[in-house]
């Protein structure tokens, strides 16, 4: 860190003393970007901001971060206490904004025409007393990723219910490890202990009617017979459907099982869908990607809302390129850009009826109904607390699949925690 | 160490001793300041936010909240008292209890094992340096580095561990090995063994090859067993070398983090002192809570240490009156 302050440093300083010398008003800014790299983020960032930097003369460099959104939440808000301006942009979150509002440029006023043609709710979840913390860049909805030719091959219909997809996953598994192929699995998830594990659990919750563990008007909710249900009933999976070792797996290594071919179902966010039919990928062309399964006939399918944004650092000593910058990738070229590349999901309406990512995206047009089902993640009742109240019903979810406790001693634990942690408001 | 008055000489000059002295402050100076600056204002500072209800957000409007972190008792209005802090925190005793047993399992696994391979390196056969120099490998890797190779070996799907096992038919299914609450605290203690064995080894060796020759010669000559010599001359000797890497490695095991933070980093099987107050400090945005537990750790660190010297001193004048 102490080269990139002193480098730093030293080229603002070059540059103040050029600027002096020739007092040309205008100059090149040189802007650093932070975020999580998942699959190729890194290679399409560069080709993301090309535009941008030619337009405007500036130069922005991608921090690369580890993928685990828990890791990169923590270095943040160290950097961000520390008032570090190393760092001119942040993407953040769709969960973060309550807990980092007080260090990023409100973005209200530069953003007044570009807001209003984003997703409400996106816009919503961003705004923290009335003051707009991050832009939207892409949203994140998971679906169930199932393999055509296997459904196909053993006469599975493409399953509607939890049930029907365990039943469905057990046949399945149980004839390609007949044939010979004894790493197959049926399901695979995210089932670490981490911010992913309360997204899965969270789906599984809402989608068996058991609520959404922290309701809107600040009620904890997650002690009831449906949510034990659905946690029973994900608990039947591992060592089963799924692998034992599930329970350590994040995104990626769900991702590394079904795209080697090694799994019938999978649970995952829309990036896998790009990198699924890859040219290295052992299932291209042979899967494809519905909602997600409920409880029981008559419930309503639920995804986490997930969800990336864009921030500008209050620290940062360049506010005016990197507003500039957000502005540019929340706009509608480079949410374009990025659906065509990654398959992200835009978040300006519009997009959904363009007809060139429907072509060469046919996967977005389809997500529209996913995203219509997504549930938020309960960060807007529970504010500061979000972190803990997370870590706790993650806990309390891995504590259940591991064997430690039945569900419902489980949940009654956590509702005790969560009461507590609540004390008179959150 | 007062040093009497020279009887002659003028009163305004020093004596030798006490210039002495006055150089060796002068020389001691600096080190003194980067001590202070990087180890006691921070303990300092940790101590302070401990008794405040700073957050990360802002750490300058912390006010002062005395001992509530670590124990705040309050009655309800229906006269039920109740226990609030970390004094009082299940997930804190289990963290204490996680490092302790991570501490005493690796330690004493480490002083065997590296005492073993000591005594292998510290026979003569050919090729010794090379041996010795391999045997470093593991200790010379950044932790962050082994951590990750050692979660990958040990992945259920792709790992070589579950490979091996299966092939030579020692498993019979693949095992989850971080994953699974069973098995996860074995994975960080075996990954922490083979990394610190070689330091362990090194020390030990360091102190057997102060111990004379001439003691195994005149052993051998009386036609003493080995065992009866390794039990009664070495190990008596190397014991001050073992105790000082012994008291080396439980400092750094009692405060383990890195390992654990990337091979099990939300198992509560595995969570130690350290990562559970990383958690507060960052993850959850309660500084201050996280500050108590800081220093409670270094409490905890403190009060090990000095029972540590104490007794080892005890027992070696016990040894010394023989």
Same mark, same amino acid.
């Given at each position: 860190?102490s080269?990139g ?17 020739l ?6 800014d ?13 290679e399409?960032?560069a080709?993301?901001?090309?535009p941008?930097e030619?337009?405007?003369?500036h ?6 971060m580890?993928a685990?959104?828990t ?6 808000r160290?950097w ?7 760092i ?6 769709v $969960?973060?904004?309550?807990q980092?509002?007080d ?5 209200t006023?530069?953003?007044k ?24 860049l892409?949203t994140?909805?998971p ?11 053993y ?7 939890w ?8 046949v399945i ?6 044939a010979?192929?004894?790493?197959f699995h ?10 992913g594990l309360?997204? #899965?659990?969270l ?6 009617g058991?609520?959404? $563990?922290?309701?809107?008007d600040?009620?904890?909710? $997650? ?5 034990v249900?659905?946690?029973?009933e994900a608990? &039947?999976?591992?060592?089963t459907? &799924?692998p034992?070792g ?33 040219? #290295? ?14 409880g ?12 990336w944004?864009?921030a ?28 065509l590349?990654e398959?992200?999901l835009p978040?300006?309406?519009a ?10 995206q046919p ?8 995203f ?8 807007a009742?529970?504010?500061g ?9 993650w ?5 259940t699949?591991?064997?430690n406790?039945?569900?419902a ?18 | 160490m ?7 000489g003028?009163?305004?000059? !020093?004596?030798?001793q006490?210039q002495?002295q ?8 600096? +080190?003194? !300041?980067?001590?202070f600056?990087v ?13 405040t ?5 802002n750490l300058?409007? =912390? ?6 972190n670590?124990?705040k ?14 004094l ?5 005793w289990?963290?204490v ?5 991570f ?5 004493l696994c480490?002083?065997?094992? =590296?005492?073993?391979v000591a005594?292998?390196?510290n ?8 041996v ?5 490998i593991?200790w010379?890797i950044p ?10 070996m ?5 790992g070589?561990?579950?490979?091996i096992?299966?092939?030579? =038919? ?12 069973d098995?996860?605290m074995?994975?960080?203690? +075996?990954?922490?063994?083979w990394?610190?064995t070689?330091?362990?080894a090194l020390?030990?060796l360091a ?23 390794f039990?009664?001359i ?9 105790m ?5 490695? +439980?400092?750094?095991?009692?405060r383990v ?7 099990t980093?939300?198992?509560a099987?595995t969570?130690?002192?350290s990562?559970i ?6 993850d ?5 809570? =996280?500050s ?7 409490a905890? !660190?403190a ?5 540590y010297?104490?007794?080892g ?10």
């Open positions: 860190m080269y302050f002193r480098g730093r440093a030293l080229r603002s300083a070059a540059a103040m003393a050029i600027v002096s010398a007092s040309t008003p205008v100059l090149a040189e802007l650093f970007y932070v975020s999580g790299a998942v699959g190729n983020a890194v399409n960032f080709m993301l901001v090309k941008w030619e337009a405007t003369g130069k922005v460099t991608l921090v690369p580890p685990s959104t890791d990169q939440f923590g270095q943040y160290l961000l206490a520390a008032g570090a301006t190393d001119d942009l942040y993407q953040t979150d $969960i973060w904004a309550p980092l509002a260090h990023f440029v409100d973005l006023e530069a953003a025409d570009l807001a209003p043609t984003h997703f409400p709710s996106i816009i919503q979840s961003q705004t923290v007393n009335g003051k707009l913390v991050a832009l939207p892409f994140d909805a679906a169930l990723y199932y393999r055509k030719d296997l459904l196909e091959k006469g599975v219909a493409v399953p509607k219910t049930s029907e997809l365990a039943a469905g996953a057990k598994q149980d004839g390609e490890r007949a010979g192929k004894g790493d049926g399901f695979v998830w995210q089932g670490n202990a981490y911010e309360t997204c #899965d659990a789906e599984w919750v809402k989608s068996h058991g609520g959404q $563990i922290v309701e809107p600040g009620t904890i909710s $997650i002690n009831n017979p449906n949510a249900a659905a946690l029973e608990k &039947s999976w591992v060592g459907i &799924s034992q599930v329970l350590a797996y994040q995104e990626e290594e769900a991702r590394g099982v079904w795209q080697t071919g090694n799994a019938a179902f999978m649970r995952n966010w829309p990036y896998a869908y790009t990198l699924g039919n890859g040219n #290295d990928s052992a299932v291209k062309d042979l899967f494809g990607v519905t909602t997600l399964p409920v029981k006939e008559g419930d309503t399918s639920a995804a986490t809302l997930g969800g944004n864009v500008v650092s209050k620290y940062s000593a360049h506010q005016e390129a990197a507003v500039s910058l957000a502005m540019y990738l929340a706009g509608p070229e480079a949410q374009k850009a990025r659906a590349a398959s992200n978040t300006i309406v997009l959904y009826d363009d007809a060139e990512i429907g072509a060469a996967i977005i047009p389809q997500w529209k109904d996913v219509l089902n997504a549930v938020p993640r309960p960060s009742p529970t504010l607390k979000y972190n803990e109240v997370s870590s706790k019903f806990s309390a979810v891995h504590q699949l591991s064997g406790g039945t569900a001693e489980n949940l009654e634990m956590l509702e005790a925690d969560l009461t507590e942690l609540k004390g008179d408001a959150w | 007062t040093v009497a008055k020279p009887a002659i003028q009163e305004s000059s !020093l004596s030798l006490q002495r006055r150089a060796a402050f002068w020389f001691l100076a600096p +080190m003194l !300041l980067a001590l600056c180890a006691a204002w921070p303990l300092l500072r940790t101590i302070w936010f401990s008794l209800d700073t957050s990360l957000n300058y409007a =912390g006010k002062w909240i005395g001992f509530d670590y124990l008792i309050r009655t309800l209005d229906s006269g039920k008292v109740i226990y609030r802090g970390t009082v925190d299940p997930a804190w289990n963290a209890w996680n490092t302790v047993k501490s005493f399992t690796s330690v480490e002083t065997v094992l =590296g005492l073993i005594l292998v390196l026979a003569e056969f050919k090729g010794r340096g090379f010795r120099a391999a045997i470093l593991p010379a932790t962050i580095v082994s951590a990750k190779m050692w979660a990958w040990l992945n259920d799907q792709y070589i561990i579950n490979d096992g299966m092939k030579l =038919g020692l498993l019979e299914q693949k095992i989850a090995w971080t994953a699974n609450t098995t996860a074995y994975a960080v203690l +075996m990954v922490d063994i990394k610190t070689p330091f362990m020390l030990c102190g057997l090859q102060m111990v004379p020759r001439d003691i195994y010669e005149a052993a051998k000559i009386d036609g003493i067993h080995p065992v009866k010599v039990f009664k070495t190990l008596p000797l190397i014991r001050p070398a073992l000082v890497a012994v008291i080396f490695r +439980m400092l750094d095991a009692l983090f890195d390992l654990i933070y990337v091979l980093p939300n198992s099987a969570k130690t002192m990562v107050s990383r958690e507060n400090l960052i959850f945005d309660k500084f201050a809570y =996280g108590a537990q800081s220093t409670l750790l270094f905890i !660190l009060v090990f240490v000095s029972l010297i104490w007794l001193k005890v027992d070696l004048s016990g040894e010394s009156g023989k």
